[in-house]
Every structure is written in C-alpha cells, then in structure tokens.
C-alpha cells in the first residue's frame, strides 16, 4: 500500500476534513501488530466533497509516499467493490486510501 505504517485515523481527518463533512475513516490494521496495513477507507457525507478530495489528494505525498486515492462503492457484504459504479455510489461516498490493486 503507500500509506506509512505510522498514519493514524486523526491524521487522515486532518488531511480530508477540509474538502467537507466525514461520515467515516477506517483505516485497516493488522490484528496482529496493530499497525496500519496501508491502506483505508474514507466515506463523505456529500459526493460532490469526495471527488473535490480524490481530485486534490491523489498522489499527495504524506510521510514520504504518493497517496493513492480512488473511488469505491459498497458491497452488500460490507466490503468494497471496485468493479461496480452506478447510481449507488450517489449513497456512499468512500474512497480508498491507497491499497495496491485495490484502486477503481
């Protein structure tokens, strides 16, 4: 992924709060270690917010590493798809934070 393992939740808000209202930040740890595995998700209230912040922040450097930033939409088992945009996406507003082969 190309998050630092040392980005944390609150760090992410910091980066993607100006761009508009957050719903939800989940940035995936390892159960194990309980570091960041690199990579997370960002949901925004308004869809228009999301796009400005994909559009701004993809590539971004932070802690030394481009971020990967790219939409996502929602499986009904909770977990990301990306091979499936239609009018759904208008529902969530997530992006992924840079997992490798994960970008839409």
């Given at each position: 992924?190309?998050?630092?393992?040392?980005?944390?939740?609150?760090?992410?808000?910091?980066?993607?709060?100006?761009?508009?209202?957050?719903?939800?930040?989940?940035?995936?740890?390892?159960?194990?270690?309980?570091?960041?595995?690199?990579?997370g998700?960002?949901?925004?209230?308004?869809?228009?917010?999301?796009?400005?912040?994909?559009?701004?922040?993809?590539?971004?450097?932070?802690?030394?590493?481009?971020?990967?930033?790219?939409?996502?939409?929602?499986?009904?088992?909770?977990m990301?798809?990306?091979?499936?945009?239609?009018?759904?996406?208008?529902?969530?507003?997530?992006?992924?934070?840079?997992?490798?082969?994960?970008?839409?």
């Open positions: 992924g190309s998050l630092h393992f040392n980005i944390t939740e609150d760090m992410l808000k910091g980066i993607f709060e100006p761009f508009g209202r957050i719903d939800h930040i989940n940035l995936v740890m390892d159960a194990e270690t309980q570091r960041s595995k690199g990579f998700f960002v949901t925004f209230k308004n869809a228009d917010d999301a796009v400005k912040a994909m559009n701004q922040l993809n590539g971004f450097e932070l802690a030394g590493r481009p971020m990967k930033v790219g939409h996502v939409t929602e499986r009904q088992d909770g990301p798809n990306q091979d499936r945009l239609d009018n759904e996406e208008l529902e969530r507003h997530g992006y992924d934070l840079g997992a490798t082969g994960r970008l839409a």
